[in-house]
């Protein structure tokens, strides 16, 4: 292989492995790795207060990424 075909190929590598990362970023900041039968499955197996607890803690979480961001001056 000459050293040009070499560089295209790296230079495409890592243009792709930069477009997984940002997706894998965005993904995380969007909540898509959010586990959504957690709170289901767990009433088969917590106590009432430590159900109560989750729903306030996932309340609380839920209400404060719904927050405006304040802007800058």
Known sequence: ??????AIMLGVS????????????????????????KMMQGVLFDSVEDLNLAAKAEKKHNTSQNKPKKEQK
């Open 14 to 37: 890592l243009v792709l492995g930069l477009f997984g990362l940002l997706a894998f970023i965005w993904g995380l900041k969007n909540g898509q790795f959010d586990d959504a039968n």
């Open 1 to 6: 292989m000459n050293t040009e075909m070499i």
